[in-house]
């Protein structure tokens, strides 16, 4: 009994575990962050605006992307996933939040190419979810824009 009593908790336990790692966000479901960018340093890095800077984010996180809100499906847009916060990362003066998107930017792809990205912040308005925030990063190399 107490080894059938084992066995069912170790079940539960497995079926909780792959079910809390098969539920996202719905801002996470159609997102798609691209790998780091090679050979991002002073030579290659490219002054960049922001215009440039949010069509290449916006491309890589709203363009074609549909997401599933209790049961109704929206295609994302610039109207219903707007971008909320864009910040120059590197030697730009310290806004409130860059320090933390800093910290984000280098666990993901290393502290060159945090220091020449831009962090752009996307928020779900479409969700019943408070909060939702989709965070990528935009840097202008010769060879293009590279988003991760």
Not at 106 to 122: N, S
Request: aromatic share 6%; glycine share 8%.
């Amino acid at each position: 009994m107490l080894r059938a009593l084992t066995r069912a908790s170790v079940v539960v336990a497995i079926g909780v575990a792959v079910a809390l790692l098969g539920m996202r966000s719905p801002a996470a479901k159609g997102a798609s962050v691209g790998k780091c960018p090679s050979g991002v340093n002073g030579r290659t890095a490219r002054v960049s605006e922001i215009d440039g800077v949010l069509a290449a984010a916006r491309g890589e996180v709203i363009d074609h992307k549909t997401e599933n809100n209790q049961g109704r499906v929206t295609r994302r847009t610039a109207a219903n996933f707007p971008v909320i916060e864009a910040v120059q990362l590197g030697d730009a003066p310290l806004l409130p939040g860059a320090a933390s998107l800093t910290r984000l930017a280098v666990a993901r792809c290393g502290k060159l190419a945090a220091y020449y990205a831009w962090a752009v912040v996307f928020t779900d308005t479409q969700s019943v979810v408070c909060c939702i925030r989709e965070i990528v990063f935009v840097v202008h190399v010769k060879s293009g824009w590279k988003v991760f």
